[in-house]
């Protein structure tokens, strides 16, 4: 499977607000988007019109940690496995700067450690 990374846009299978399999038995899908990675799968994050069981808040700590975009804060999320993604809606052409984090779009890693440092903050890194 593509991994993919926050920004992301994924479908979901759900039955009785339980997020399911891809191939499993299921009352609805709904679309949400990517917020982390893991080393066993995505965290999504679960808008509060979704009503969703098992979901976790994402404090200062795990934005921190996990390194979530700020706009995110006291919002929910959930932990799901590569095979509960039944369809990718949107895959983000693009990366975050290392250092200030904003995103830019059609950017490519161009540090030798694999992650982009946009133009600003090579030229000043204090900006």
């Keep these: 499977m593509v991994r993919l990374k926050p920004g992301d ?8 607000g339980e997020i399911v399999g891809a191939y499993k038995e299921h009352d609805e899908t709904k ?3 990517i917020v982390a990675v893991g080393d066993y799968g995505y965290y999504l994050h679960v808008p509060v019109y979704y009503s969703i069981k ?15 975009d700020g706009r ?11 095979n509960m993604v039944c369809q ?3 895959k983000v052409d693009g990366m975050p700067c290392s250092i200030c ?10 540090q030798e450690d694999g992650t982009f440092t946009c133009w600003s903050c090579r030229q ?3 900006h």
Excluded: G, Q, W
């Design 101 to 110: 984090k904003e995103f830019s779009p059609m950017a490519e890693a161009n």
């Design 88 to 90: 990718i809606v949107h």
């Design 124 to 126: 000043n890194p204090y």
């Design 9 to 16: 846009r994924v479908n979901c299978r759900l039955k009785e």
């Design 72 to 82: 995110f804060l006291n919002e929910e999320m959930i932990h799901i496995n590569e």
């Design 54 to 68: 098992n979901t976790i808040s994402i404090d200062r700590y795990r934005l921190k940690k996990m390194d979530i």
């Design 31 to 33: 679309t949400f988007e």
